[in-house]
Structures are given as C-alpha cells and as structure tokens.
C-alpha cells in the first residue's frame, strides 16, 4: 500500500537512481502516471515527456480495456484480444471504439502540450512511468508507441502493477520495474491510501517544472 502517488514516484526514484539524465527521457502517461513521473524527474534531474494513451472501453464497462490507442501519425492501437472476445467484440468493433477515443486524445493534445514539441527520443533511454498496471494494454500502447519514436531502450517502471500484466509486457519492454505486484490484482486505486483525479492543471504545472530543451535539468 503506497500513502499517494507522490510516496510512490519516490520509492520509485530510488530503484532507478543510477540512470543517466543527459540519455534517458521520463515518459509519463497522463494523467495518474504524471504524479509519479515528477517524482522520478526531481530527484534525477531527468527531463520529462508524456506520451498520451487513451484507454478503449467494453461498451457499458469504460473501465474494462479492450484495447489501447496511442498518440502519433498514425494513431497506435492494441487490442486486448482475449478481453475482446470475452465481450464478443471483433477486431472490427475495436477499432471502431478506438475511433471513437481520437477526439480526446487531440483534447489532451492541445491542453496539454499546446505548441510544446516531443521530446526526440532517437538513440535515448524511454523510461515509461505510470501510477500502475491493471491489464498492461495501455502500457503495451505506450511502449509501441515509445519504438516508433526510435527510442534505443524502452523500460516500464511503476510503482505496482499485476504479475499477469508484467510477465506480458516483458515481451514488449527491453526492461521492466516494478516495486510491488500483489495477487490478486483488482485494481490500482486499491494499492494507494490516497488516489484522487489527477487534473489537466497537475499535468501542465508538471510539465512546465521540467522544459526539456535542457535535458538533466529543472526549472529553478
């Protein structure tokens, strides 16, 4: 059980005190994933990014993911094949939900990072952070994701995460940390004394604390 999300990006800072700031990028996902990520960032002086994710939900179940849809020219889509088929879904009638989640990625786009330009990942270590891992089709987004933007190492680090979710993505990853992966897994908020929203003000106060034109540095 970890108090918040901020408790839980510094046990996290510590697992990953030997990374190198002037090689390495923090790439948070929005919004629960940037708590966490700042945490990580303060202590290693390494810059942060987002990489924007947006959950696809089982019609009448927006919390259960079929899939995962990640920013960038293209869109990247991940079917949770075996959630899908659990909820008589085909490929067909995901992507057509995954559609339907294009809007709020641009939204998120726009409040987010408005004329803020990604950070080039080519050549550099992605350290992608989330609050934690329930499924890991979000994840598996981001990861892809992270890959087509040439970054040299992607690694998953988080707080708390399933054992089924982990052993999946470490087929996906170069690397993946995890501090605690309890069974049975129900869900992430149940891992935290703690776990409000995450605002859109937390993630753009966040991401001007951290200008990565200056890698290895922070706003003073």
Same mark, same amino acid.
């Given at each position: 059980?970890?108090?918040?999300?901020?408790? =839980?990006?510094?046990?996290?800072?510590?697992?990953?005190?030997?990374?190198?700031?002037?090689?390495?990028?923090?790439?948070?996902?929005?919004?629960?994933?940037?708590?966490?990520?700042?945490?990580?960032?303060?202590?290693?002086?390494?810059?942060?990014?987002?990489?924007?994710?947006?959950?696809?939900?089982?019609?009448?179940?927006?919390?259960?993911?079929?899939?995962?849809?990640?920013?960038?020219?293209?869109?990247?889509?991940?079917?949770?094949?075996?959630?899908?088929?659990?909820?008589?879904?085909?490929?067909?009638?995901?992507? @057509?939900?995954?559609?339907?989640?294009?809007?709020?990625?641009?939204?998120?786009?726009?409040?987010?990072?408005?004329?803020?330009?990604?950070?080039?990942?080519?050549?550099?270590?992605?350290?992608?952070?989330?609050?934690?891992?329930?499924?890991?089709?979000?994840?598996?987004?981001?990861?892809?994701?992270?890959?087509?933007?040439?970054? =040299?190492?992607?690694?998953?680090?988080?707080?708390? =995460?399933?054992?089924?979710?982990?052993?999946?993505?470490?087929?996906?990853?170069?690397?993946?940390?995890?501090?605690? =992966?309890?069974?049975?897994?129900?869900?992430?908020?149940?891992?935290?004394?703690?776990?409000?929203?995450?605002?859109?003000?937390?993630?753009?106060?966040?991401?001007?604390?951290?200008?990565?034109?200056?890698?290895? @540095?922070?706003?003073?």
């Amino acid at each position: 059980m970890f108090e918040n999300r901020q408790q =839980a990006g510094q046990a996290l800072a510590r697992r990953l005190d030997t990374i190198d700031p002037g090689s390495t990028v923090i790439l948070a996902l929005p919004r629960g994933g940037v708590p966490v990520a700042r945490e990580v960032c303060s202590a290693t002086g390494t810059p942060l990014d987002l990489i924007l994710v947006r959950k696809v939900g089982a019609p009448g179940h927006s919390e259960l993911a079929v899939g995962a849809l990640a920013d960038g020219p293209p869109p990247t889509l991940v079917i949770n094949r075996e959630v899908a088929a659990s909820c008589g879904l085909s490929e067909g009638d995901v992507r @057509k939900l995954a559609k339907a989640e294009e809007p709020e990625l641009e939204r998120r786009r726009k409040a987010y990072l408005g004329s803020r330009r990604p950070i080039d990942l080519a050549g550099r270590t992605a350290i992608i952070v989330d609050d934690g891992i329930a499924t890991g089709a979000t994840m598996k987004a981001a990861v892809k994701a992270a890959r087509a933007r040439k970054a =040299a190492l992607v690694v998953v680090a988080v707080p708390v =995460a399933s054992r089924e979710a982990i052993q999946q993505l470490k087929s996906e990853a170069d690397h993946v940390i995890c501090l605690d =992966a309890p069974e049975p897994f129900w869900a992430v908020g149940q891992h935290y004394a703690s776990f409000p929203q995450v605002t859109d003000e937390e993630v753009t106060e966040a991401l001007a604390a951290y200008p990565h034109d200056e890698p290895g @540095k922070t706003a003073s």
